[in-house]
């Protein structure tokens, strides 16, 4: 609901980083998600980013998981040209159960080959 307003990040926000988006509670309708990516795709964040993680979603069925997980790979990989970006999908973040939190802001790793994410950092400052 922010987008093109002043609290919208700048196109350069988006270079090389991680992208993580989940349905939340609502389950939205496929063709909804299909949407937002289409919103995101045409902004050209999808070009600029180093990968794009997908939280696995709520109350949906299996059937609707994978039609979910087609839709992101179409929309992102042949809709917007970018093949090579790596997309993780059923994630354990977000409105789910289990569910592990994502930090902001430090670097992560993702290995496509061994479906493996790893932070390469800590979330966490020391005390002083």
């Given at each position: 609901?922010?987008k093109?307003?002043h609290?919208?990040p700048?196109?350069a926000?988006?270079?090389?980083?991680?992208?993580?988006l989940?349905t939340s509670?609502?389950?939205?309708s496929?063709?909804y998600?299909?949407?937002?990516?289409?919103?995101?795709g045409?902004m050209g964040?999808f070009?600029q980013l180093?990968?794009?993680m997908i939280?696995?979603p709520?109350?949906?069925?299996?059937?609707?998981?994978?039609?979910?997980?087609?839709?992101?790979?179409?929309?992102v990989?042949d809709e917007?040209?970018?093949?090579?970006?790596?997309?993780?999908?059923?994630l354990?973040?977000?409105?789910?159960d289990?569910?592990?939190i994502l930090?902001?802001?430090?670097t992560i790793?993702i290995?496509?080959?061994?479906?493996?994410?790893s932070l390469?950092?800590?979330a966490?400052?020391a005390?002083?």
């Amino acid at each position: 609901m922010l987008k093109g307003t002043h609290y919208w990040p700048a196109p350069a926000f988006w270079h090389k980083k991680v992208f993580f988006l989940e349905t939340s509670q609502e389950k939205p309708s496929i063709d909804y998600v299909q949407y937002w990516l289409r919103n995101y795709g045409v902004m050209g964040i999808f070009q600029q980013l180093s990968g794009l993680m997908i939280g696995r979603p709520r109350d949906y069925s299996n059937d609707e998981q994978i039609h979910l997980i087609n839709t992101v790979q179409s929309v992102v990989k042949d809709e917007f040209n970018c093949p090579h970006l790596p997309i993780v999908c059923n994630l354990d973040f977000g409105h789910t159960d289990p569910q592990m939190i994502l930090p902001l802001g430090i670097t992560i790793e993702i290995d496509c080959e061994h479906q493996r994410l790893s932070l390469l950092e800590s979330a966490f400052q020391a005390p002083n």
